[in-house]
């Protein structure tokens, strides 16, 4: 395990060290087998956290990182689980010679009476071996062997299609689509249930994504937004037998033209996600507003960044300095006073070339 290509692979994309990979796969592990059905896991990244020593946010990294590489699947079942508990062909060939052995009961077994006429044939029985009976059982070994490899031929072909079909649905991209609609719509419309990314609604989130959003999970995100806050899509009017679904919602250019239009909104439009002059820093702050809104809420990321925006970035040595424009000096000086050393340790964490962040204002 500490030499398993997947996982070197997971250190690399979740950028953590291979020691906190593997821990925390054994812990996927455990509870892949103490949990009813085997095989699914139920995780608390707060719990393995404390119980390891690791901080949360690299245990969530991780996690994350083993759903996008397809090694647990969107029913958070292990993939390759079945595959790993079948029997060896030594394990099967066991169990038939046991079960041959039973078959030997007292009332199968022939008396003889020893005599002289009968002695020595006896006797010659006792020497000779039992060649057809041995013949029997070695091509009985070797028909189950044989069998055994075809179906384990068949088991890794099924688990290769299998891996490629769970590749294919947990494209990065559409997994973390599937995820902003569990956050800003589904859990509001069944909170135990998350929306079912079936192989219709996984080519209309594809086609949606290349054609209406342009490849911005931001607008995504503000899509979706748009549509959690609307009483009518909800069906929380009175009146209104209707309630929107995932599938309605990226079936076509045409609903998302209504629902941008503002057709469904009622009015209650959401803000617009903060934007970002510098395009090679978008993945940063986009990270940054996360854990913003992770730490304090969304209504307060909305309220004081939402029309601050990164203008530029300015190196100086061996080290940035981000500038974030604000639109007005009571926004700056809030921002300097109370979040200022939290955005200027996310921006590092993000990237360590990136050691000040600048408040300036419009004009």
Request: aromatic letters at 8%; hydrophobic letters at 35%.
């Amino acid at each position: 395990m500490p030499e398993d290509a997947k996982l070197k692979v997971i250190a690399r994309r979740s950028n953590q060290l291979m020691t906190h990979v593997v821990t925390v796969w054994l812990c996927v592990l455990d509870s892949a087998s103490r949990n009813n059905p085997r095989g699914t896991v139920k995780l608390d990244s707060e719990q393995i956290a404390v119980v390891q020593d690791i901080d949360q946010a690299i245990v969530e990294s991780i996690l994350a990182a083993f759903y996008e590489k397809g090694m647990i699947d969107q029913n958070h079942h292990l993939s390759g689980w079945e595959k790993r508990q079948y029997a060896t062909s030594a394990e099967r060939v066991q169990k038939h010679r046991e079960s041959k052995k039973q078959d030997v009961a007292p009332c199968n077994t022939v008396q003889r009476n020893v005599t002289s006429g009968n002695g020595e044939k006896q006797k010659n029985d006792k020497i000779a071996p039992d060649t057809d009976n041995r013949i029997q059982i070695t091509d009985t070994e070797a028909e189950l062997q044989k069998s055994d490899k075809k179906s384990r031929a068949r088991a890794e072909k099924g688990e290769c299609e299998r891996e490629k079909r769970t590749k294919q649905i947990l494209d990065p991209q559409i997994l973390q689509m599937i995820e902003i609609w569990n956050a800003e719509v589904q859990s509001k419309l069944t909170p135990d249930q998350k929306a079912k990314l079936t192989p219709r609604r996984k080519k209309l989130l594809a086609e949606r994504w290349k054609d209406d959003f342009q490849q911005d999970m931001r607008a995504w995100q503000h899509y979706c937004e748009i549509i959690g806050a609307s009483e009518f899509c909800l069906g929380r009017l009175a009146g209104k037998g209707w309630t929107i679904d995932l599938s309605w919602a990226v079936e076509s250019s045409e609903h998302i033209a209504k629902i941008l239009e503002g057709g469904f909104s009622g009015g209650n439009y959401p803000t617009k996600p903060t934007p970002c002059a510098v395009p090679e820093l978008q993945p940063i702050w986009d990270k940054v507003l996360t854990e913003f809104t992770r730490k304090y809420g969304k209504p307060t990321c909305r309220s004081w960044l939402a029309r601050v925006a990164i203008t530029r970035v300015l190196k100086y040595g061996d080290g940035s300095v981000v500038s974030l424009c604000c639109p007005s000096k009571f926004i700056k000086d809030w921002l300097t006073q109370h979040y200022l050393a939290d955005l200027t340790y996310w921006f590092a964490e993000s990237n360590p070339q990136i050691t000040r962040i600048e408040l300036i204002t419009e004009g």
